[in-house]
């Protein structure tokens, strides 16, 4: 009778485990299935003014040979290229320079105001940067044509800028020069900002966002250069726009070991090098914990609908999923930096020679801060790390903090999706964070959001151009530039479709 009444017991116990193993599998399929999208991009914009897309592209492989490059020392810029390439933007763009006021802000940031026909409406801030990174000696042979040769060819511009970010600010004069000759004014007053140092420290940027704050303008939104349209985005196997609605903080430590210095043929049992070997191991190995949430895990359930379906079961399953999603995200390393706060020493200093000690040896490790980190937490967190050791943490420059997030429910936010139209039809759209860094960061006082896109449509095998060589703009992605920024301007990008 006792085996019996054991025997009883577990098949009951059994029974419930399958009734409840089987009631899970519903739940995880009912939430899959009733994933409806968002917004989708859709296909009823058209251009609002006509433009000719080969001078365009000329015109930007021009911009292009101003060697506006940003370096970490100032005293290497050679300023009379920003000059030189004021100049040719007013001269080039005369239409657009009748139409709106044109200011320059401290050592040489732009805005221009374009007053638009509705007074009554907050303004909208469209922003691109003039300066661009430098080319590395030892990567010039790999270049298919000489960094700043600015030349057309095979269906794209090239050089140096091309991406980031001249084409946006050609892009932009362009929408504005056709908008204007075609005596178009804008439904909003439009104010385009382009920061002359977004490379090093964004000076410029800082100098606009001040001036704003004491007109005391108010904008409805800004946008940036940031994210782009993907191609091949891993979680659908297709395309997917992605808007940034943050970016993250940065920050750099300088860990200073110290130690007794002398020949290197009579050691000591611990040496300045060796200390700030273990200080690196301690820092790296207090790293900050994957964390799917904020606009990573916001953006993949947006995409989740457009996903295969054992994709979908895991996105919109994410309450119970969520640290599967994060240790397979981590594989990536884009992917893991959207969801913690990544260190990354990047810098060394010690001996001058092979056969002396260094009395002091430093390492410089840069962080990208997350949303909900701040750059005391990182101090912090490397003192916790290195605790015991004799070292010194300090700050290297200035830190800046993450921005705040922007809404992807908001009416701006609806408006840029609708202002894709047919540059990327029946596109699923959805938010994201930009793991480096943008001039935006500096209007959030200004802006009621402020998002960080430009529809360039890239695979992500293409990415690694920016900053890296060849890069390059397509005469599809400038035109899809020129049309996208136009209607943004004109305010007829209308209202982003919504499914049911």
Known sequence: MRRKGWAGRL?????????????????????????????????????????????????????????????????????????????????????????????????????????????????????????????????????????????????????????????????????????????????????VVSG????????????????????????????????????????????????????????????????????????PSQTAVSVLARAITAIEGK????????????????????????????????WLFGGLLAKQMAANPAAAAGMHTTIAPTMLSGSPKENVLPQTASVWINYRIAPGASVQDVVDRARAATKGLPVEVEIEGMGREPTPVSSSRSDAYRYLASALGDEAPATPIAPSLMIAGSDSRYLTPVAQDVYRFAPNRFHLSELGMIH????????????RNIRFYARLMAGEAGTAAHAN
Do not use: C
């Open 287 to 318: 790293a900050w914990p994957l964390r799917y949430d904020g606009a990573t895990r916001e953006g993949l359930r947006e995409l989740a609908p457009y996903a295969p379906f054992s994709t979908r079961l895991f996105l919109a399953n994410d």
């Open 468 to 479: 890296g060589v060849n890069e390059h703009m397509t005469l599809d992605n400038l035109e």
């Open 196 to 267: 002359h140092d977004e490379e090093v420290q964004g000076n410029g940027a800082k100098a606009v966002a001040e001036v704003l704050k004491a007109r005391n303008i108010r904008a409805w939104f800004v946008l940036d250069e940031g994210s782009a349209i993907i191609e091949d985005h891993p979680a659908v196997k297709g395309p997917a726009a992605l808007i940034a609605v943050a970016e993250k903080g940065y920050v750099t430590l300088k860990i200073t070991a110290k130690g007794q210095g002398g020949h290197a043929s009579a050691p």
């Open 11 to 191: 098949l009951t116990v059994f029974g419930i485990a399958i009734a409840a193993l089987v009631l899970l599998i519903a739940v995880l399929v009912v939430r899959t299935l009733m994933l409806k999208p968002t917004a989708l991009a859709t296909d009823q914009a058209p251009a609002v003014v006509a433009f000719d897309l080969n001078q365009a592209a000329d015109r930007l492989g021009q911009a292009i040979r101003f060697e506006t490059v940003s370096h970490q020392d100032k005293a290497e810029n050679d300023l009379s290229q920003w000059t030189a390439f004021h100049d040719w933007m007013a001269q080039t763009y005369p239409a657009f320079h009748a139409a709106a006021k044109r200011e320059t802000v401290g050592e040489g940031a732009l805005i221009w105001t374009w007053t638009g026909r509705n007074p009554a409406l907050q303004p909208i801030i469209l922003m691109a940067h003039q300066d661009v990174v430098p080319a590395s000696p030892e990567t010039l042979n790999e270049w298919k044509t000489p960094p700043f040769s600015g030349l057309v060819a095979d269906g794209a511009v090239w050089g140096r800028g091309a991406i980031d970010d001249k084409g946006s600010l050609i892009a932009l004069l362009e929408a504005g020069e056709a908008l204007a000759k075609a005596g178009r004014q804008p439904e909003r007053t439009i104010i």
